[in-house]
């Protein structure tokens, strides 16, 4: 086994700079999170990717704000530029629950300790370089600065904000996956290049002055949207904003956007092409520690590392839009995927690492199943304009086949150190119903839910169905609950013919756009029919930069400008949110009332059958598993969930015995 040093890690103190025989820096980052050297970890991507650009880069892990900001100076001015990035997540959901209530812990800091991490982080760290380095610049990037980069409405504060350049008084923001910007920047900062000069480059944001003519570029045409100060008096006109805004972030050949701001004018440069295979390869091939820095021994695992310790990601972007995600908005709808031979060979560093046991926790990635799935012919690709690639029904020209997946799980297998490959990401089983995926080979799906079921879970496979009601499936950009039913017919049939008493585990949201009362009534009915008793649920969060977002505050659906119902006060959220827990005695009383206020007596003898008590009808057994923690104040948005470390142990269920 081969001992780490220290250096081996990029430098977070002046004395691991000078370790390193560096008399100064060419960039110095500040990030949110704890250090964790690892790919799934945005800003030890983005220093390995700088380092990699020949320059010497140190990074300052969650400095503090609450001193004499000594942090923030401590490794003195870079040539280059200063990198700001609040995290793998927006601060605001790492530090705040559903309900705004602080979170008791964070999962990017050692022993998951609270209080490490500033509200509006990428702001607040931005701010603090630009009032004492006032001549360097500072390049913001990663989910916050991505989803805030125009107005957007912040649920935390209860108000519009603007764009986080304004807020944060940054020279340039970064939006999406770094590599290829940061590609483009360093090589015109080399070549000499001043950093106010870079107004042309993809995947990039600015301000300028509003009399200021917007950069020359024969290749690019322009869209401006509605102005921050119009969107502030007029609900309807922000969010006709966000249907350009998506639009233009998921095309291949993009408009620029620029919106007027506090007498500045912002500028979204087009994004970058979907990186190559050659491309991601690079990024993941690094040469990451993939180990937290050795100045955490002492405090205790970071709890988001110890997710993902053993876990290999194979594909980033997601083509599904749903309403309420942002994965689409920050890695792009379509998929950039690793070859076969970058991810066995970060199989084999996994599984020489000391303490691997033979089991990998995860081969996935935003959504499992995606991996290697492209359009069929490139030029249709190139003129869509659609958020989705699946909804309201599956592109004809989307290549949906799960051969390369399932070669790559074999593969996989075969390492002599792997015992066995789990797959802890979410699968979209949607893809996996012939009568959904109508140009997909239903053998090859068989063959595909087959082997994850009988090699790559133990005892859950976890999928997203989200609701039961059309009309909101249809808002969220989700399929109809009837192609849930078809998919746990086959995964019931295969659990019989393989007798793997196997449990299916599907996640719903409440109180998101276009919900009612009834709509959450029958989601009870329907899923305890189903012999469902439900844990893994959440209530909506809104997050910048969704559709769901967008009607959240506007009341308006940024497409069809159409007024759209939301619940929004507490008593409306816990009311829907409560019916998910339709077999707790407390809620018995009140679920019949309000069956009756709406009118919805017919599902009383479903949810509560008078002639039997809950608690002794035999048409349900206990499964022994152990109960999943999952409630409504402590859920975190599914787009930043991570698989759990205990993802696959067994949990309490309970499951509906088989009539035969």
Not at 43 to 71: H, M, T
Not at 261 to 267: A, E, F, H
Request: aromatic share 10%.
């Amino acid at each position: 086994m081969q001992i780490k040093k220290l250096t081996d890690w990029l430098p977070t103190t002046n004395k691991e700079v000078k370790l390193r025989g560096w008399e100064e820096l060419d960039v110095i980052l500040f990030s949110g999170d704890a250090y964790v050297d690892h790919p799934s970890f945005g800003p030890a991507v983005i220093g390995r990717i700088l380092e990699s650009y020949g320059l010497k880069v140190a990074i300052v892990p969650q400095p503090s704000v609450n001193d004499n900001l000594q942090d923030f100076t401590k490794l003195g001015t870079p040539k280059l530029f200063f990198g700001v990035t609040g995290g793998c997540m927006d601060p605001m959901v790492s530090n705040y629950t559903a309900t705004k209530k602080r979170r008791d812990n964070d999962a990017y800091t050692p022993n998951g300790d609270k209080g490490f991490r500033p509200d509006y982080a990428t702001s607040v760290y931005s701010n603090i370089l630009k009032d004492k380095f006032p001549n360097v610049p500072v390049l913001i990037g990663g989910i916050e600065a991505s989803l805030r980069r125009v107005t957007h409405y912040d649920y935390w504060s209860d108000k519009l904000m603007p764009t986080i350049l304004e807020t944060s008084k940054a020279d340039m923001l970064v939006y999406g996956m770094g590599e290829q910007p940061l590609r483009e920047i360093v090589e015109l900062l080399q070549k000499g290049v001043p950093f106010s000069s870079l107004k042309t480059i993809k995947q990039t944001a600015f301000l300028i002055d509003e009399n200021e003519a917007l950069p020359k570029n024969k290749n690019w045409e322009d869209v401006e949207i509605q102005s921050h100060e119009v969107c502030l008096k007029d609900k309807k006109k922000f969010a006709s904003n966000f249907k350009i805004i998506e639009q233009e972030s998921n095309k291949l050949n993009a408009n620029r956007i620029s919106q007027k701001v506090n007498k500045k004018t912002l500028v979204i440069n087009p994004p970058f092409p979907t990186m190559l295979e050659a491309e991601i390869d690079a990024s993941f091939d690094l040469p990451y520690t993939r180990l937290p820095h050795p100045k955490y021994n002492k405090r205790g695992p970071i709890p988001a590392f110890e997710m993902i310790k053993f876990s290999i990601n194979i594909h980033r972007g997601c083509f599904g839009g749903c309403s309420f995600c942002t994965i689409s908005a920050h890695q792009g709808k379509f998929i950039a995927s690793r070859s076969q031979e970058s991810v066995l060979k970060e199989v084999d560093k996994v599984a020489n690492m000391p303490d691997f046991k033979g089991y990998l926790s995860d081969i996935g990635g935003p959504s499992a199943n995606m991996y290697k799935m492209e359009g069929k012919v490139q030029a249709i690709c190139d003129k869509c304009v659609a958020p989705s690639c699946i909804s309201p029904v599956i592109c004809s020209n989307l290549d949906t086949s799960h051969k390369p997946l399932t070669e790559l799980y074999k593969a996989v297998d075969k390492h002599p150190k792997i015992k066995k490959s789990f797959i802890g990401s979410g699968i979209r089983h949607d893809m996996l119903v012939p009568e959904f995926n109508k140009n997909a080979d239903p053998k090859e799906l068989d063959d595909y839910t087959e082997e994850v079921m009988t090699k790559h879970i133990s005892g859950r496979l976890k999928v997203a169905p989200e609701h039961t009601s059309d009309p909101v499936l249809k808002l969220m950009r989700k399929p109809s609950f009837k192609y849930f039913h078809k998919f746990k017919e086959r995964f019931d049939k295969i659990n019989i013919k393989k007798d793997l008493k196997l449990q299916l585990i599907p996640y719903f949201i409440s109180n998101h756009p276009a919900c009612e009362v009834e709509d959450m009534a029958n989601l009870a009915a329907e899923t305890k029919d189903m012999g469902f008793q439900l844990e893994q649920v959440q209530g909506f969060t809104p997050t910048p930069m969704t559709v769901a977002t967008v009607i959240y505050y506007s009341g308006y659906h940024p497409y069809t400008l159409k007024p759209t119902k939301t619940p929004k006060s507490k008593k409306e959220k816990d009311d829907q949110h409560r019916f998910f827990f339709w077999y707790k005695q407390e809620n018995k009383d009140w679920i019949k009332k309000t069956l009756n206020k709406v009118g919805r007596t017919d599902l009383l003898d479903v949810l509560i059958p008078e002639s039997k008590d809950n608690k002794n009808n035999k048409s349900w057994k206990k499964v022994d598993l152990k109960p999943v923690k999952n409630t409504f104040d402590d859920a975190v948005p599914a787009e930043y969930s991570k698989p759990s470390k205990n993802s696959f142990r067994k949990k309490k269920q309970y499951s509906k015995k088989k009539r035969r």
